[in-house]
């Protein structure tokens, strides 16, 4: 797989139904937890001052190593490179509306590294490999092989508390922009 190929979704890609899995979140406080981040810091999301993006997603596939087996045919599995691409590509805009960004995965820190790095992220992304926001947030994972991933969620927190929930996101390339709308709607 070409580092072009992660970039694009496939035509056929699988659509998502709203499973009810996140409907328990908007207005919830996030929990005291503290994740390594890949500039080696860990931060507690329960602390974060002001208005945050934090993107929930599966894992970003790397153009050097197959994806899972079946990754392409799991609905919401695929995406994760275009969709961190459109919160970079955005980030400015971001930025100029009092948003801040992270990602968070299951991956380690190290893989995410690689990712920030090859991907040329400009904020950082959070590692969650214990899974410890599914059991504090309750966030909705699934299944592949010998790995328990995060389904694709995007949330929007203010003074730690959850104003916004994106669930399910869809297609992931264009999560960026429909966050921007909703902030300019709610602004």
Not at 1 to 22: F, H, Q, V
Not at 66 to 91: K, M, V
Not at 121 to 140: C, H, N, T, V, W
Request: with cysteine; glycine share 8%.
């Amino acid at each position: 797989m070409s580092s072009s190929d992660l970039n694009r979704l496939p035509e056929n890609l699988p659509r998502l139904s709203d499973d009810g899995a996140a409907a328990h979140l908007e207005g919830s406080h996030l929990p005291s937890t503290a994740l390594e981040s890949t500039d080696g810091a860990r931060v507690d999301l329960s602390t974060l001052i002001g208005m945050w993006v934090i993107y929930v997603y599966p894992m970003t596939s790397r153009p050097d190593v197959p994806s899972p087996e079946g990754w392409d045919g799991i609905p919401g599995a695929r995406g994760c490179t275009p969709q961190s691409c459109g919160f970079r590509d955005h980030q400015k805009e971001l930025l100029a509306l009092g948003a801040s960004v992270l990602g968070l995965s299951a991956q380690t820190s190290s893989e995410q590294c690689e990712a920030q790095e090859r991907l040329h992220l400009p904020f950082e992304l959070l590692s969650d490999a214990s899974l410890r926001l599914k059991q504090a947030l309750r966030l909705p994972t699934f299944r592949v092989g010998r790995l328990e991933l995060f389904k694709r969620i995007t949330l929007i927190v203010e003074g730690g508390r959850i104003r916004k929930v994106f669930y399910p996101v869809f297609p992931p390339d264009r999560n960026a922009a429909e966050v921007i709308s909703w902030l300019h709607a709610s602004a």
